[in-house]
């Protein structure tokens, strides 16, 4: 099993730039959640996916922030235009079941916007 | 208030040590208790998960909850240097299904 595959591993951008993140969850699974973590806040979730649909995205911080999960294989987390403060590492994560009790995380990318 | 609260630390303990990792929470319908660890620079990884009151026992680690005092703990017996890492208690939510983490206690066991 390949496990929860993020790309890219590492992104270093200019504050104004897009960026993407994408995610392919393990075959199967039917929940996927987008993590933010920062040595101040934590892990925070952004945004979690059932059946390909968004769930809840309440977490997203701001408009610039876009997430979208086109079929079960396969999700984009985007910001447009990046900032600074955007720095972290993102983690996708999947689980076969929605309430999310035994969820599998990537390994992040880690973003760096200067 | 933050739903989950999770000292940071870091905490450092001699290889071989009893260590005692604790998180409180806010809202009693929290159901679903987990624990992972988070190895620099890698991913969280489920350790251990339990949703009723009481101890569960894994090997060297003991996860126990009290629903009462919305207190949540993770011992580990016979610490190892290799389990050094974040540990992060996470709590899922009965009402939204939401997982929500604590912010990770940094452990270094020493040999």
């Known amino acids: 099993d390949a496990g929860v595959i993020q790309s890219p591993r590492h992104e270093v951008t200019e504050m104004g730039q897009e960026v993407t993140l994408r995610c392919k969850p393990i075959?199967?699974?039917?929940?996927l959640f987008w993590y933010r973590q920062t040595m101040m806040r934590g892990l925070e979730l952004l945004i979690y996916?059932?059946?390909?649909?968004?769930?809840?995205d309440s977490g997203m911080p701001e408009d610039r922030f876009s997430a979208k999960m086109p079929n079960a294989s396969f999700s984009t987390l985007k910001i447009q235009p990046s900032e600074p403060r955007d720095s972290a590492v993102y983690f996708c994560?999947?689980?076969?079941?929605?309430?999310?009790?035994?969820?599998?995380f990537g390994e992040g990318s880690w973003l760096t916007v200067v | 208030q933050k739903e989950v609260e999770q000292d940071p630390g870091p905490l450092s303990v001699p290889e071989g040590a009893i260590v005692s990792l604790n998180c409180t929470y806010s809202?009693?319908?929290?159901?679903?208790f987990m624990w992972y660890r988070q190895y620099s620079r890698k991913g969280p990884e489920l350790l251990m998960y339990?949703?009723?009151?009481g101890n569960k026992e894994d090997g060297r680690f003991t996860a126990q909850v009290d629903k009462s005092s919305k207190y949540i703990s993770l011992f580990i017996r016979d610490s190892q240097p290799s389990d050094s890492a974040t540990y992060l208690c996470?709590?899922?939510?009965?009402?939204?299904?939401?997982?929500?983490f604590g912010q990770g206690t940094t452990l270094q066991v020493k040999p």
């Open positions: 994560a999947s689980t076969p079941q929605g309430s999310g009790n035994t969820i599998y």
């Open positions: 075959s199967g699974h039917n929940s």
């Open positions: 996916f059932n059946n390909n649909v968004p769930i809840d």
């Open positions: 809202n009693s319908a929290f159901q679903y």
């Open positions: 339990t949703y009723s009151s």
């Open positions: 996470a709590i899922i939510s009965g009402n939204t299904g939401k997982l929500i």
